[in-house]
C-alpha cells in the first residue's frame, strides 16, 4: 500500500489542480461576464455550458479526483503518519468542499435554471438568484479544489522521501 501512496497522491494533485483552475475560471471571469448579459442571454449561455460540460474529460477530472479521493482517504487513514493525516485531510476537504457542493448547491440550481422558461419572468428572477447564490458556492470549490492541492501535496512531501 506504500508504493501506491505516492503514484495515487501525485494523480490526486493533478486532478484537483484541474478541478481548481476549472472553478477559478468561473469565480473570476465567466460568471461576472454572464452577469453583463440579459438575463435571457446569461442563462442560455450558462445552460449551454451545463450541457456542454459533461463530457468524458470533465468526467474524469471531476469523478476521477473524487475517486481519488476517496482512496487517499482510506489509504491515508490505514498509513497513518503526517503523510497520512495529509491525504486524509485533502480527501475529506475535496468531498465536502467540491463533489459535497456541487451536488447540494450548484447541481440543483443548473437544474431549476434549465427547467424555467426560456426569456420568462421566472427565468430573469432565477438567473439574479442563480447568480447571488450558484456563484460564491463556486467560490467555495475554487478554494476547496486549491486547499486539497495543498494537503495532497504535502502528503506526497510526507509519502516520498526526497534528495
Given at each position: 500500500m506504500a508504493s501506491v501512496f505516492p503514484i495515487l497522491t501525485f494523480f490526486a494533485i493533478l486532478a484537483a489542480a484541474l478541478n481548481a483552475g476549472l472553478f477559478f475560471i468561473f469565480s473570476v471571469c465567466i460568471m461576472a461576464a454572464f452577469?453583463?448579459?440579459t438575463p435571457a442571454e446569461g442563462a442560455a449561455a450558462?445552460?449551454?455550458?451545463?450541457?456542454?460540460?459533461?463530457?468524458?474529460?470533465?468526467?474524469t477530472a471531476f469523478f476521477g479526483a473524487a475517486a481519488l479521493s476517496l482512496a487517499l482517504v482510506?489509504?491515508?487513514?490505514?498509513?497513518?503518519?503526517?503523510?497520512g493525516l495529509m491525504a486524509v485531510a485533502g480527501g475529506l476537504v475535496f468531498l465536502v468542499a467540491v463533489i459535497g457542493v456541487t451536488m447540494v448547491f450548484n447541481v440543483p440550481l443548473n437544474d431549476a435554471l434549465a427547467a424555467a422558461p426560456a426569456?420568462?419572468?421566472?427565468?430573469?428572477?432565477?438567473w439574479q438568484?442563480?447568480?447571488?447564490?450558484?456563484?460564491?458556492?463556486?467560490?467555495v470549490r475554487t478554494l476547496?479544489?486549491?486547499?486539497a492541492v495543498g494537503l495532497f501535496a504535502l502528503a506526497f512531501r510526507q509519502g516520498v522521501p526526497l534528495g
Open positions: 452577469a453583463r448579459l450558462m445552460n449551454a455550458i451545463n450541457v456542454v460540460i459533461l463530457n468524458p474529460w470533465f468526467a482510506v489509504i491515508g487513514f490505514l498509513q497513518g503518519g503526517a503523510g426569456g420568462s419572468a421566472e427565468q430573469a428572477t432565477l438568484r442563480y447568480l447571488d447564490v450558484w456563484t460564491p458556492w463556486n467560490h476547496g479544489s486549491l486547499a
